[in-house]
């Protein structure tokens, strides 16, 4: 869930419509820094915080935004691990994941490494826990469109997405982008994309 649809207030409504979808099995929802990692950005900034420092005060912030919408969304649970999440979805709640606490477990154990930089924003950390877990499938919950024709590393440098999930998206189970903030909310699939022949 993008940070930039926190502060919208139909994001809770619009996200029980989309996870009440047929074809939603066990989802497992981790919540973007948005404003709240802008904070961060200022900090670091302002105290020459190290790029380690920044990554873990960013992830605390995308935990605080996962309060939120354990306050806001019904049936949702804090889980910092598969175990937890298992529980949850057994009990008919939604697992929201902290993830300061399921990556200071689970990076050492993984060959793929997440930077501890702002080069790996929540899109990175999400596409990181994806095949980590492993997951089936990716949704990125926007508040924009999908832009037609666009290659990751252009979403990217638009700043639409982060480098790193550009840079991992051929790794990545089926890929969809959702504008949550759209009348629709249709799934654009993104990875793979099948694209039409060269003449």
Not at 79 to 99: F, K, M, N, Q, Y
Not at 121 to 143: E, G, M, N, Q
Request: glycine share 6%; hydrophobic share 45%; charged share 15%.
């Amino acid at each position: 869930l993008g940070g930039s649809l926190l502060d919208w207030p139909d994001t809770p409504s619009r996200l029980a419509e989309f996870l009440a979808r047929p074809g939603m099995h066990r989802p497992l929802l981790i919540v973007g820094g948005g404003p709240t990692a802008d904070i961060v950005r200022t900090w670091h900034r302002a105290h020459q915080l190290s790029e380690t420092q920044g990554h873990g005060l960013a992830l605390n912030a995308m935990g605080f935004n996962s309060g939120l919408l354990k306050t806001v969304l019904p049936k949702t649970l804090i889980v910092t691990s598969r175990t937890e999440a298992i529980a949850a979805w057994a009990s008919g709640h939604l697992p929201v994941l902290d993830c300061a606490a399921f990556l200071a477990h689970e990076e050492p154990a993984q060959h793929l490494r997440l930077p501890h930089t702002w080069d790996a924003t929540s899109d990175a950390i999400a596409a990181w826990v994806t095949l980590a877990w492993p997951a089936s499938r990716l949704t990125l919950l926007k508040s924009i469109d999908l832009p037609e024709h666009t290659a990751p590393a252009q979403l990217a440098a638009a700043g639409h997405v982060d480098g790193c999930l550009a840079d991992w998206i051929d790794r990545l189970p089926p890929t969809d982008w959702i504008n949550l903030r759209s009348a629709t909310t249709q799934p654009t699939r993104w990875c793979p994309r099948v694209e039409p022949p060269t003449p």
